[in-house]
Every structure is written in structure tokens, then in C-alpha cells.
């Protein structure tokens, strides 16, 4: 007899092949990996009663070091409440986590094995449904890859943003405040003292970042794309609400269990990517979801058309009045109606016939959300926050196989742009130089980093390369900046990023010197290097590849990391 995961299950086992009785550890006798399991579980102070009950797992990416975090224990105890409610038991299992202040030298060079860990936790445990509970901005992402390749019945429990900081009458939150006033800093305009005061207040409570960062983008794209409960993805973390969401999502984990479905991979279609990308739109979003939304497409068989984004992109209006491109915070939107309310305004170009694991549709969950939408933080379509073009993509010479700019966060002098080109070759570079009083460089200067893509240095957030500390002084505030780096969601400024492909794979990035010419189109969506072809070809005769890390996940991730545009993940985890 064969259980549904082709796992056999020994005569005189329990019939049920669901539950406590799925994958037996692999013994030549399956009675006996029964036998030995439920003796383990009565260890545990379990009674027999519990072993045929629906198995809901609760993934923990819970860790001292990820404050973003902190919460999660209050919010795993409310979903393992739902769980028991409902008639179901659950078992919470730890992952790794990741958190971006705490992830050497990058977080995203983490993503995947974050999504390896949970697949492969996913596919070894005996489980019917499972609820992830993550928030810091790669955790989601990597949850839902694994989900999706393990293909079960799988739920988001984000933990939630922080509340917004106060300080001396204004409003701060991290990180674009953490940002701004860093920059003020350097700039020679706020002081050490007024910096580190609000340096104790850009972060009140536990959470992620409330702005529309990464975390926030991600958790209202989990919500889009159907895995979180409806309105689930802005309740802040400390809200008693996000605990009565914990214990809804629990109930929910156990009807999935129990039904077998839906199932992750059935969540994920051209329908409900399609709808992600309209979101991600009109959220003003973070540039890192194109990446992870390519990676998540790329579990289920779908492919991220960048230039489908950059279409939609130019009609879909910025509707979302938060930071870093507006002025509110998560808790704002949250209390203007949330998701479904934005999904509301946006009725005639979502597909609202994708299924949700809420069970119902998009549309049937939309159409039962009450109807109030504070129009202050939720637009409407007549008083967009920005007309459209939220982030838009650009190829060219330069970038052959796209780069990305958010251009709601750029300054419209600097769209269309020629000047030469200052490159730092990598962040040691960078970091011994920017700041150098002899740095030769102009406001008209374009810096260029390159060495910080997903091989060369794991893509981190670098990209918003600083102003040089004597253009700063002087109230530079922007300039062009070019990398195959990204940068956080919460950062601002004409930086064009995730240029594929990267400079250690070969990509024209390598190839630029300093005082070469480069065009900034971005009315045409074009990125060139003004270059001869034959000078060009010259350059390209002498690059060497560096070479790979010499061991472990480092060097794994090197040798099978593919580029920005395909979502970073490994060309081995892509589905067919
Ligand atoms: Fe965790 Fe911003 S650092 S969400």
C-alpha cells in the first residue's frame, strides 16, 4: 500500500495516510517506523487521540538575531490556538532566519537557502498543511519558493510592521528615515546629537520596517498572490488584531489539511503573477519584489516578463500614499482599509477569478471586504499619488538583459542624462574612496559600481551608492548611480540597479571606464555605454571571470546562481 507521497505504509499500519502516518522514515519496515514514531509522540506527552487529527506545521523563522521578528512567538502560540480550535494539532519547527542588518555580506545570498531549508523541511516532515510565519524582507520570498516547489497546502502568517517612530513632532520610520537622516549627516546638516536621538526612535515597537519597503511589498504580495488571510499583510505586529489573525489562520490551516488543498503551486498563475505585477505597481513597491516575484514565478513554471512590468507599469497609477514615495506608514494603509481595499480600486485590471487559500476568490474576497477606504492613504484613480511608472525597466547596451529604476523615487532632472562615468570596481573600492577629497567627480558625474551582483558579491543592497561626502556637503542630493547591486526598498534616488547581465558574468558592466560616456534614457527605456563596438571588443578579449569560492554554500551559490532577471534563485531549484 502506497501513501500519497509514494512513501510505503506497512500492513498493520494506521490506514490513514495523511497526518502523523505520512513519509515514514525510511526503515525496510514501515510497521516498525510507525511503532517508533508513535512512541516518540507519546514522548512528547501526546495521547493516541491526537495521532489522526490534521498535522498543521508552523515554520518559525524566529531568532534572537532578526528583531524584525521578535513577535513571532506570540504569533506562533495564537495560530497553534486556531489550530487546536479547529480540531487540528500543530507542530512548530524551526528554519533559519534572516534578517538584513544581521546577514553577512548580504541577505539575499541567504534567500535560497532559506527556500532550500523550507522545501526540504516541507518534504520531510509529516505534515497536511503548513503556516509560515516570517516578515524580514527575504523571508517570505524564500518561504513561498520552497511552498511552491514542495507544492502543499501552504499559508503566510507575516508577523507584521513596526508602529511609526516620533521625534521632535515628525513622524520617522525605518528605514527611509534611517536613511534620510544618515544622509543629512553626512550631508554636514544634522548633527551627532539630533542623529542619535532619533536613532532610538525610528523603530518603536517589534516588527518589520513600516515604510513600503521590501518587507511591506513582499507581505502584500504574499497577500495578492492569495497565501496570507485577507487584509492580513498590514496589521501591525503589535495589534491584538495580528493575533486574532494568527488564530483565523490557524483555523484555516486546518480546513487546507484536511481538504489536501489548495495547494501552493495551485496558487501560482499567470493570473494571480499577473496581479502581483499590477500590485507592485501601484504600491509604489520595493525594486527587490521583481526579483523575488521572478523567483517565485520561476517555482511554478512562470516567467517574470520584465517588459510586461514596465508595461503595466505605465498604466497602472501609484495609489498608496507611503513612504520611502509618499508620506505614510504601514499602519496608515492598514487602517484606511488595507489590500482589499486597494484591490478594490483597481477592479478593472486584476484578474479577480484566481483562488486564494482563503478559499474563496480573489474577486469573492474583495466584494466581502467592508466597504470604507480612507482615500488620504488609498487613492483614488483620479488623485493618483503618482500617475503611473512606479518602477520601470531599461535595456540598452549597458544592460542588455534589464535593469530596473524606481522611478517614483528619482528626480525628474536626472531621466534623461549624459555624462561620464566614475566607476568603483566592488564596496571595498567604494568604501576607501567615496569619501576622499580628492575623488574627482561632479554633481553631472555617473557613479557605477559593478562587482556587486548576485556572483560577484551575492547582490547586496548597495546600490544607492552614497553621495561623495564633498558633493553632499556642497546640497548634492541625487545623482545617476548604475550597479548590478540592488538596493532596499526604502531608499530613493535615480539608481538604476539589478543591471543584467553583472559585471562577473561577463556583462558590459565590466567594461566601462572611467570618463566613458553613458546615456540615461529613461523616456526610451534605454541604458547605453557610449563605446566603440571595436574598443569594446577589445575590453571584452582581456576580462577574466573571477574565480569561486573554494567550498561550501558560497561556493554553490556562485557556480549556480542565476541573474537578476531570472529571480537569483538556482538554476537547479527553476521549475519546467
Ligand atoms: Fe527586517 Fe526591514 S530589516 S523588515
Redesign the pocket.
Known sequence: MANDDGGDIGAGARPNSRGLSRRLTRYGDDRFAQFLRDAFLQATGLTPDAFDRPVVGIASTGSDF???HATAPALIESIRRGVTMAGGIAFTFPTISI???FAYPSSLLLRNLLAMDTEEMLRALPLDAVVMVG???KTLPAQIMGAISADVPALVAPVGPMLAGWDRGERLG??TDCRRLWAGHRAGDIDAEQLTRAQGRLMPTHG??MVM???STMACLAETLGFVLPGGSSIPAVHSERLRFGEDTGRRAVAMATRGGPTARSLMTAGSLGNAIRVLQTLGGSTNALIHLAAIAGRAGLTLDLDEVDRIGRTTPVLVDLKPIGSGFMEDFHHAGGLPALMRRLRSSLDFNVLTADGRTLGEVVEDWPDWTDDRVIRTLERPVAPGEALAVLRGSLAPNGAVLKLAAASGSLLQHEAPALVFEGLDDLTARIDDPALLVTAEHILVLRGAGPIGAGMPEAGSIPIPAKLARAGVKDMVRISDARMSG?AYGTVILHVAPEAAAGGPLAFVRDGDRIRLDTAGRRLDLLVPEDELARRRAAFKAPTSPARGYARLHAEHVLQADRGCDFDFLVSD
Do not use: L
Request: aromatic share 0%.
Open positions: 532578526n528583531p524584525c534578517h538584513e542588518s516578515g524580514c524582507d525605518a528605514c518589520t520596517c519597503g521590501t518587507a526604502t
